[in-house]
């Protein structure tokens, strides 16, 4: 009787062991499932903004970091590639959590360049806006991005070759009234189909096929101030588009070779004043 009591409670006992070894398991199995849930969550969080830049002791803005600044890492965009590093002595971060519009990536009139090709290929930033001393947007400088609005400073004098080619998002180009704005060179805005505004009041220059299948530009004035317009500038522009004229003279300067489709031109009541 004594052996038979002394096995059922071995046996109470394991299946008590066992009861335990399979509630932990469980417990472990759903440790690791709410740690990979966060894990994936915080990636996710990771590549949705752009909370600092990274600017190098030469005022130069080199990368952007999304997440890590406490732990010494920041992210740096290149050729549309993203990577780690760390930080450099010296190295300055820039806050742009305590901006009030989180999703405008404001680059301050502290940063002194931009390092090459910095931009290109980034698909994170839609809203950008420079305040910093620029003379020119450098050639490709935001090539092949998802940017959907820039503003740029009264000091660029020059968009570069290429400077948003492929930028097929690209809706706006913010300028002020006091832009020195006077040269768009070849194919800078080439293939930005999403385009709609961009003041070309005080264009002296535009390259060829500066605006090659801008179809989405409703109307485009051209000032008396224009004194090159560059084979292919603006073909394939929306068929209900309309080129406005400011002056007579400049429709001489249209001689180049256009597929304008159903594209108006026409004078502006200024023209013959």
Do not use: H, W
């Not at 052996?3 to 046996?11: A, N, Q, R």
């Not at 732990?71 to 305590?98: A, C, H, M, P």
Request: aromatic letters at 8%; a neutral charge.
């Amino acid at each position: 009787m004594k052996k038979k009591e002394k096995i059922k409670k071995l046996e109470e006992k394991n299946k008590l062991l066992i009861a335990v070894v399979v509630l932990l398991s469980i417990l472990v199995l759903i440790g690791i499932g709410m740690l990979a849930v966060k894990s994936v969550k915080k990636m996710i969080n990771k590549y949705e903004d752009i909370d600092y830049l990274i600017v190098d002791t030469s005022g130069k803005l080199i990368g952007f970091s999304e997440y890590n600044v406490t732990q010494d890492k920041k992210i740096e965009y290149k050729n549309g590639e993203r990577t780690e590093d760390t930080y450099k002595d010296g190295d300055e971060v820039i806050s742009l959590i305590e901006k009030e519009e989180k999703e405008e990536v404001v680059i301050p009139d502290t940063v002194k360049s931009i390092e090459k090709d910095l931009f290109y290929g980034n698909t994170i930033i839609k809203n950008l806006k420079i305040e910093m001393n620029l003379d020119k947007i450098d050639d490709n400088m935001f090539s092949s991005t998802s940017i959907e609005k820039i503003t740029l400073p009264d000091s660029v004098t020059t968009i570069g070759t290429n400077a948003f080619n492929g930028s097929v998002s690209l809706k706006e180009v913010v300028t002020s009234d006091k832009s020195k704005l006077e040269v768009i060179e070849n194919g800078a805005f080439y293939g930005c189909a999403s385009l709609e505004s961009i003041n070309l009041k005080n264009i002296k220059e535009i390259g060829a096929n500066a605006f090659y299948g801008c179809n989405s530009m409703k109307k485009v004035y051209l000032s008396i101030k224009l004194e090159k317009v560059g084979n292919d500038a603006f073909k394939y522009l929306a068929n209900n588009s309309e080129i406005v004229l400011e002056s007579f003279m400049t429709r001489s300067l249209l001689t180049g070779k256009y597929t304008l489709n159903k594209t108006s031109i026409k004078l502006d009541a200024d023209a013959f004043k």
